[in-house]
């Protein structure tokens, strides 16, 4: 990236999202209309700059750079029982190349991300439980996130849903959340109508529905225990193909949260069942069985010092597709946030929960309360040598360019400029590429990915 590009979008993004009274403090709109009896009211703004160099993607190119605002409004009303919430979101990108990687991941303008009406049910299904159903279209974090998370930081845009959900929780700290419905899709999905911000609404439709629920039990091995099961179902539309996924995906967790001065763990299993067409080519009615997985496994130690800081080694496994005849074994990270642990989804976003084998070490620290940093190291292999790399089309079929995909290395620094009101986010990401990235034939650019982002948020 060239330093004039980033110091001169730096500045833009400073000067476009500072406050004109940063010193007034956190809820500044609510404060603005009197914090009134009921309501909740808050926002937040969003410049980000972005530049990548050396693409791993085949097919766009291979330098780019991506300028992307979000605006986001949360507007809720309680009475009684009966809440009902309005979110709505409007991201926006300039800058990219007409050959860019850019999609709807990234531009939704004018988008209702949430109008839903909730109902307090006290406790109704026992003493001291507390719940509460949910109808309409909301954003949704489950459990670890790995397979249902709203992608609050990257990319530029959220996952939402259209249906129901049930929440139960009790004395105990236990939890229980049921939900069906319609995943929203992101429009418009031309890339003529990305480039331009174009305003389309999003859709959902029957053709794709998603259900299931989650159970953490409190106290189980000195954390928690979380056991869950999801099923997708999706068909055909007029204007869309698809793979007619028909998916079940059962797991179990256990973890503990870190601590100051203690140990903390986080051990996951998936496994992936159901069935799934071949090909989305219209007519194709070959259907294959799925049979996948996905491990995590990871541990950490958080020191009793002031600055916090924290070691971790982790271990990701997703399986790949082995073109076995009449099967399918390529893990489907469902709608899931992968930020958190896999680096900055969106205009960057090489690694997914998808055919690949990744151990991390981690350093993270909070050096003040203002501070928080981390870096982290991957190397990536694949798990079978023939399927696409993270869920890409970017593949050898004849398996000569082996397994090793590369070595991904991060850096992030978060400081609140003014605390709770506007804040920095900085990150540096390089894949020095292995020899899947540099040698399979469609491999577009050999030269190793670097990334760099910068954002400021305000919120309000």
Avoid: C
């Avoid at 259209?162 to 929780?169: E, H, I, P, V």
């Avoid at 793979?243 to 973890?255: A, S």
């Avoid at 971790?312 to 390529?330: C, I, N, V, Y």
């Amino acid at each position: 990236m060239k330093l004039a590009l980033w110091g001169a979008a730096g500045a833009a993004i400073l000067a476009a999202a500072a406050p004109a009274h940063a010193g007034e403090g956190a809820g500044l709109l609510q404060q603005a209309l009197g914090d009134p009896d009921g309501w909740t009211i808050r926002g937040s703004a969003r410049a980000r700059i972005e530049g990548i160099e050396g693409q791993y993607r085949p097919k766009v190119d291979g330098h780019d750079r991506f300028l992307s605002f979000r605006t986001k409004l949360f507007v809720e009303h309680r009475e009684g029982p009966v809440r009902v919430a309005v979110e709505m979101m409007d991201s926006r990108g300039y800058l990219e190349r007409s050959n860019s990687s850019v999609s709807a991941s990234d531009v939704n303008t004018l988008e209702p991300i949430q109008a839903l009406i909730g109902i307090d049910l006290g406790s109704t299904l026992g003493e001291g439980s507390k719940s509460a159903l949910s109808l309409g279209r909301f954003a949704q974090n489950i459990g670890s996130e790995r397979l249902i998370g709203t992608n609050e930081a990257f990319p530029n845009t959220e996952n939402s849903i259209t249906g129901a959900a049930f929440d139960w929780s009790n004395a105990a700290h236990d939890k229980l959340r049921l939900f069906w419905g319609m995943p929203t899709t992101r429009l418009p999905g031309d890339s003529i109508g990305v480039h331009h911000n174009r305003v389309e609404w999003d859709r959902q439709r029957l053709n794709v529905q998603f259900f299931g629920g989650s159970f953490t039990k409190a106290g189980v091995l000195g954390g928690t225990m979380e056991v869950y099961g999801y099923g997708l179902i999706e068909r055909d539309s007029p204007n869309v193909a698809t793979r007619d996924r028909r998916l079940f995906t059962p797991g179990l967790r256990f973890f503990r949260a870190p601590r100051k001065g203690g140990w903390d763990y986080d051990f996951e299993g998936i496994y992936q069942g159901g069935k799934i067409r071949a090909t989305a080519a219209a007519g194709d009615m070959r259907d294959l069985d799925v049979s996948a997985w996905f491990a995590h496994a990871g541990i950490g130690h958080s020191f009793a010092l002031d600055w916090a800081p924290r070691l971790s080694l982790s271990l990701d496994h997703a399986s790949g597709d082995r073109g076995k005849p009449g099967s399918f074994g390529r893990f489907d990270g469902l709608y899931g946030s992968r930020r958190a642990e896999l680096g900055p989804t969106g205009f960057y976003g090489a690694l997914a929960r998808s055919n690949v084998t990744m151990p991390e070490v981690r350093f993270e620290a909070v050096p003040s309360k203002r501070i928080d940093t981390f870096v982290a190291y991957r190397p990536v292999w694949l798990d079978t040598v023939k399927d696409g790399f993270s869920g890409l089309d970017l593949r050898d079929p004849t398996g000569a360019s082996g397994r090793f995909a590369g070595h991904q290395l991060e850096g992030r620094l978060r400081y609140w400029l003014v605390p709770k009101l506007l804040r920095l986010d900085t990150g540096l990401v390089w894949l020095a590429k292995g020899r899947v990235l540099r040698n399979a034939p469609n491999v577009r650019d050999r030269d190793d990915t670097r990334y760099g982002y910068m954002d400021v948020t305000f919120a309000f």
